[in-house]
C-alpha cells in the first residue's frame, strides 16, 4: 500500500514510526505508533487452513494427516479433529501464505476439505 503524497508532507518525508493521538470523548488516547514502511514482515499477513467436516473420513485418518503435514502431536491433531467434527471446521494451521498453499493443497489431494483464510 502506497502512502498518500500529503504524508511526506506532514511528517516530512520520515518514515519512523509515528504517534497518532486522538482526542476521543473529551479523553486522550494514544493509538499504536503507525508505520509507513511497506516492510516484508508487514506485507506477510497472517492466514490460516480451515479443515471442514466430511462424511467421507476417518478420525485416524484426518489425525495422520495433520501430524504429518500440519506438524501437530498426536494430542492437538485429536482435539483438531473432534472441532471439525462438532462444531464442523476448525482453523488447523497458520502461517503465511506462501507456507501454506502447498500443504493446503496436498490436504485437498488427499481427500479433506480444506480453505485458506
Not at 20 to 47: C, Q, R, W, Y
Not at 81 to 106: M, N, Q, T
Request: some cysteine; glycine content about 6%; proline content about 3%.
Amino acid at each position: 500500500m502506497q502512502k498518500p503524497k500529503w504524508c511526506n508532507e506532514f511528517f516530512g518525508g520520515s518514515k519512523k514510526n509515528v504517534n497518532i493521538v486522538a482526542l476521543i470523548n473529551d479523553k486522550m488516547v494514544k493509538e499504536k505508533p503507525k508505520s509507513f514502511d511497506n516492510s516484508e514482515e508487514e506485507l506477510a499477513e497472517k492466514h490460516e487452513i480451515i479443515l471442514y467436516n466430511d462424511d467421507v473420513n476417518t478420525f485416524d485418518f484426518v489425525i495422520e494427516t495433520l501430524v504429518e503435514l500440519c506438524d501437530h502431536d498426536e494430542i492437538s491433531a485429536e482435539q483438531c479433529a473432534l472441532i471439525v467434527h462438532f462444531k464442523g471446521k476448525c482453523a488447523v494451521k497458520s502461517g503465511d501464505i506462501y507456507e501454506l498453499k502447498p500443504i493446503g493443497e496436498e490436504m485437498s489431494l488427499r481427500g479433506l476439505t480444506v480453505s485458506i483464510n
